[in-house]
Nanobody, 125 residues
Framework: QVQLVESGGGLVQAGDSLRLSCAAS????????VGWFRQAPGKEREFVAG?????????SYADSVKGRFTISRDNAKNTVYLQMNSLKPEDTAVYCC?????????????????WGQGTQVTVSS
């Protein structure tokens, strides 16, 4: 059974940093693309960042987070991270990680098979 568990969310002030973690069990994380998505109240879920399977490692980011967020993976720990710097109030959302059905990642949530429960990030101004 595949499980994804996110952690690291919290309440911070604008300009602060947070590092989210997504720990996987039940599958070999390194062979799949992994994405981070977020959903704010009253808004649609949106792609934040993605990292391809370990043999590629290629990353992609939403324009809104480019230069501030960094996605990475620790294959030995079966964990993917999202380092978030210079946080803004508009980054407030529930952040979820998801495993792609292949080695690549996509901005389309339908391309992902497994999802975590999410972790809340709240950025105050």
């Amino acid at each position: 059974q595949v499980q994804l568990v996110e952690s690291g969310g919290g309440l911070v002030q604008a300009g602060d940093s947070l590092r989210l973690s997504c720990a996987a069990s039940g599958l070999t994380f390194s062979t799949y693309g992994v994405g981070w998505f977020r959903q704010a109240p009253g808004k649609e879920r949106e792609f934040v960042a993605g990292i391809r399977a370990a043999w590629s490692g290629r990353t992609s980011y939403a324009d809104s987070v480019k230069g501030r967020f960094t996605i990475s993976r620790d294959n030995a720990k079966n964990t993917v991270y999202l380092q978030m710097n210079s946080l803004k109030p508009e980054d407030t959302a529930v952040y979820c990680c998801a495993v792609s059905r292949s080695y690549h990642t996509s901005v389309n949530a339908r391309e992902y098979d497994y999802w975590g429960q999410g972790t809340q990030v709240t950025v105050s101004s």
